[in-house]
């Protein structure tokens, strides 16, 4: 169910695995007008991850060129797509929090849902704990 409090949010994730590390970055931006975010989660598949990248209050525009930017980088490693670009919906009392860190977890749980509701998952994706409610 959607509510007009409801804040658009959209990400996609990147997985690397070679003989000593199998790990993602989960790149998450949620377009909330000038009280943008810009987020990457990275860690061991099958973690909840770290705050890689954390850009608060920005426009959305600026909040996609955060993402997009790190994506590169990522690339440029050997990371590779496991999850297609996916739109979710986040309650604007998640996307408003800012608490440091608890939200990026809950905002990644919300993109996980959706990703797998909606097929983004491709065979590599990592599981994203807590994302099966």
Do not use: C
Request: proline content about 3%.
């Amino acid at each position: 169910m959607t509510s007009s409090d409801d804040v658009l949010g959209f990400g996609w994730e990147l997985h690397y695995e070679d003989g000593n590390s199998n790990k993602f970055y989960r790149l998450i931006v949620v377009a909330d007008g000038e009280s943008s975010i810009a987020l990457g989660l990275h860690g061991a598949r099958g973690g909840t991850g770290q705050i890689g990248l954390r850009k608060d209050g920005i426009t959305a525009v600026a909040a996609l060129a955060e993402v997009v930017k790190r994506t590169r980088e990522k690339e440029k490693k050997g990371y590779e797509p496991s999850r297609e670009f996916t739109t979710f919906l986040l309650p604007a009392s998640i996307a408003r929090t800012r608490d440091g860190g608890k939200d990026a977890h809950e905002i990644a749980r919300h993109f996980g849902r959706s990703a797998r509701q909606k097929g983004s998952d491709l065979p590599n994706a990592s599981v994203i704990p807590g994302s099966d409610f």
